[in-house]
């Protein structure tokens, strides 16, 4: 029976690092989100001239996973504060200059998320590593010490 509950604890520790890994995944595709909303929102403002409610809907239509269109449009939690308020400095500018203005927003804010998300991707590996180290040794420890 001992031998099954270490079994046990081993595996909650092995899930517990995927989960990290899965989480730490789950901002960097936030960021990417980001960026192609912005992207979309530049090109639909250059060749359709869309107004912040056809904005809105044309980025429903593209199904992303980590932004919100309900009554805000927010980023996930996930990125941290910091650049869930970024973003959402992004989205009041929106509409509020014209064309030209719009599209230099726009310019700004990708330049600003690319490096967000540059500067995560070189940090991401090296986190993704030594969660998933430390997973391996715990459970290794865990299956040594309970054995």
Known sequence: MNSVKVCIVACCVLLAGINRIMNIKKCSKALYEAIRFINLTKNNIRFSSMDYDGLVESGKKEGFSFISFDGNISISDCVGEKLKN??????????????????????????????????????????????????AFCVVCILILGG
């Open 86 to 135: 970024e973003f959402e400095s992004f989205v009041r500018k929106i509409g509020t200059t014209d064309e030209t203005g719009q599209m230099s927003i726009c310019d700004e804010y990708i330049e600003q998320f690319k490096n967000y998300y540059n500067e995560y991707k070189k940090n991401e590996k090296g986190k993704i590593n030594v969660v998933g180290a430390l997973s």
